[in-house]
């Protein structure tokens, strides 16, 4: 009997699908998370072959993982893993989550999520989302990314039929619109436009770059499609900010991040990795917002579905994390602002 649940236990293979949350994913990143073991570890694996996606062996550590593929691997390598100690995250970080729930039932959970929260690995669990559910949800699926410094909303499914639905609708685009708000370093001559500039992700510095068509290297860069409207302008002491309207149409990884940086030339407030010129005032000016925390001034404010697979059942539902409403399938979904946005739209109006 005992040898035969070792068996069963140690040599059975364990297959995890990857979700729209994953796309774009590195394999070494996602095993990192997946088996909660180390880089080194896991490029262990990867070498050895222990690992394959969709029934091949990936050798390539920086291979990128798509939704709709299949990672397989040993039952042991998950079993070791969770017998290792590694910090989880304490009580009040539950409680800090619960208070970013704009609505819940037994199939999703709609955030308002913080500024400094991961919605993937690699955070102090205290501030990552998937280490604070794991200890209170057997099941739940992150539909998909958002950065950890910025805010907005974030879909939850509790079941993997549902989050297979949710993430189709967003893979599919035709049927979802999602709206962002962002904060930016200048003012912009052209107050309304689209910006329609591929991508390629360099996995060494972790940053987007915005390419020419006459720049592209065929097979690595991604279409990438961002529209915004300047809706304010503000002098704050000596520097000028522009408060703009933005719709993505791929969810690009950092994709309103570079957009905005490299072909308005205006990056977002306070963000240094994408080219934020830190000054006296500004710097000030963050201290004032943020405190010892990090975050850029960007927030995913709405999201519209045309027909949402799961019944909210209000058509209007609304608390101080957002607004929900719903009629004939069709949901939309409006987050408040974050306590940093309200801060810095209220030094602004001084």
Known sequence: ??????????????????????????????????????????????????????????????????????????????????????????????????????????????????????????????????????????????????????????????????????????????????????????????????????????????KQTCYNEEQLLEGKYLPARTSYEVIEEYQYQDEMYSILDLQIFEGRKHQIRAHLSQVLKTPILFDQKYGFQFTKTNRDLQTSIFGENQGIMLQAKRIVFQNFPVDINESFYQNSNGTIIQKNGKLEIEATFSTEFESLFQKLSK
Request: hydrophobic share 40%.
């Open 1 to 206: 009997m005992f040898l035969t649940t070792f068996i069963k236990s140690h040599f059975t293979k364990l297959s995890v699908p990857v979700f729209n949350s994953h796309s774009g994913t590195r394999i070494d990143k996602f095993l990192i998370a997946d088996l909660n073991r180390s880089w080194n570890e896991v490029q262990k694996l990867i070498r050895n072959g222990e690992i394959n996606v969709n029934n091949k062996k990936i050798k390539d550590h920086q291979f990128l993982l798509k939704e709709g593929d299949v990672v397989t691997y040993w039952n042991k390598l998950k079993k070791q893993a969770d017998t290792q100690l590694r910090p989880v995250p304490n009580i009040q970080a539950y409680e800090e989550l619960k208070k970013m729930i704009l609505y819940e039932n037994d199939q999703i959970i709609i955030l308002n999520k913080k500024h400094g929260y991961a919605s993937q690995g690699g955070a102090n669990p205290n501030y990552n989302i998937p280490e604070i559910l794991n200890l209170y949800f057997k099941n739940f699926y992150i539909i998909h990314r958002l950065d950890q410094l910025t805010s907005g909303l974030l879909i939850i499914a509790k079941n993997k039929d549902i989050a297979t639905e949710i993430s189709t609708i967003i893979q599919e685009k035709a049927f979802i619109t999602k709206k962002y708000i962002a904060v930016v370093q200048g003012l912009i001559k052209v107050q309304k436009g689209l910006i329609d500039r591929p991508l390629l992700f360099n996995t060494n510095n972790q």
